[in-house]
Structure formats: C-alpha cells, structure tokens
C-alpha cells in the first residue's frame, strides 16, 4: 500500500520559516521524481518545487529563494524548507510522488502565514 504522509505545517508569522516532511513508503522511492504542490481555497492545486530522482530541482518563480525542495533516499523522506513566508503561501501543502505516468499524492498538510 502506498503511503505518502506530510508533516510540519501549522500557523506562522510572516517572515517565519517552516520545514514541511514527506515520508513515502510503498513506493521505490529513488526512483521517483517528488514534488511539493499547494492549495489555496478557490484556486487550483500549483506546483511548488520539485525534485528529480538525480536531485535536480526546479521552483515555482513565486517561491525561488525562499524555498529548498530536498530528499533523503535512505529516510524515503522528501523536505521543504520554507524561509521568508508571506501570507500569499497560505494554502495546504501536497507532497507527490511521480514514476513514469505514476503520480502518488499524500493527505495534505495546512501552512497558514498570519501578516
């Protein structure tokens, strides 16, 4: 049974900092791209950074410099060090996991940034 399961959100001051966690199990998590996505009520569901399985990153340009998408193999954990926070990050935060055409998605975790 796959399982992706996040951790680390909560509610922060502007200008905080959180580290959002994604332990996988299930999977052959080396070899899955992973991915951070977000929700923010009534808009849709945006990628935020991802990780390829070489540990190339990407960001979306609202995040660039503030975020740092990294993962541990042998913890088969994915992370988002999330610095700067700005209200505009409020959302629930997705961890994701692709292989191919397969695409895993964790329970969410909830990020609120108060300005």
């Known amino acids: 049974q796959v399982q992706l399961v996040e951790s680390g959100g909560g509610l922060v001051q502007a200008g905080g900092s959180l580290r959002l966690s994604c332990v996988a199990s299930?999977?052959?998590?080396?070899?899955?791209?992973m991915n951070w996505y977000r929700q923010a009520p009534g808009n849709e569901r945006e990628l935020v950074a991802s990780?390829?399985?070489?540990?190339?990153?990407n960001y979306a340009d609202a995040v660039k410099g503030r975020f740092t998408i990294s993962r541990d193999n042998a913890k088969s954990t994915v992370y988002l060090q999330m610095n700067s926070l700005k209200p505009e990050d409020t959302a629930v935060y997705y961890c994701?996991?692709?292989?191919?055409?397969?695409?895993?998605w964790g329970q969410g975790t909830q990020v609120t940034v108060s300005s």
């Open positions: 994701s996991a692709s292989l191919g055409v397969q695409r895993r």
């Open positions: 299930g999977i052959i998590f080396r070899l899955n791209a």
């Open positions: 990780i390829t399985n070489g540990g190339g990153t």
